[in-house]
């Protein structure tokens, strides 16, 4: 049966941490803007900062979706689901502020993910819950996980810094709706 939890304790929050799965929602204020949603690999790229506060790290990625739409409104949900083991479902629903890797904030967050200064890395996403949830996943396939691609990582040290802030700035300073994505210098 579906529960709401005034917050994220210890074994909800070790489950969390271990998905190697989750997904990301967010969404313009506009009805003519696009919805999105951004699975997300989870190599400790997930952490429970205290019971109402979360965060990941966001890689580069083609869009910037997810930033965009947290400047415009905040509003975003996390989906967690097992995909091995007993089925289980959780959406943490919140508000969300992107700090970006030059931020000052960011070499405080970056201390809770081993990858933090990986080049690829773009941001790192902090989440204020404002709703935590769970459902029974019965729906949810059982897969078998391999591992991790390394794709991401391989192609981020090719291109090495100043080559990821190029394509920040071809790629990630606006949405495919033309809201303000990155705030480069």
Known sequence: ????FDGI????GAWLEVQPLFCVATAPLSDEGSVNCSPKGN?????????????YLDQTGSGVE??????????????FFAVSGPPRIVRLHGRGVVVE?????FEELSTYFPTAHEVGVRSIIVVDLTR????????????????????????SR??????IRDYWREKNLASIDGLEGLVLD
């Open 9 to 12: 304790d210890d074994a909800l």
């Open 158 to 163: 090719r291109k090495g810094d100043a080559g």
């Open 101 to 105: 890797r030059d931020a000052p904030d």
């Open 1 to 4: 049966m579906a529960q709401t």
């Open 132 to 155: 935590v949830s769970d459902s029974c996943g019965y729906g949810v396939p059982l897969l078998s996980f391999d591992e991790h691609r390394p794709t991401m990582d391989q192609w």
């Open 43 to 55: 190599r400790q790229e997930f952490a429970v900062l205290s019971a109402t506060r979360v965060a």
């Open 66 to 79: 997810t930033i965009a739409h947290l400047g415009e409104n905040g509003r975003i949900v996390i989906l």
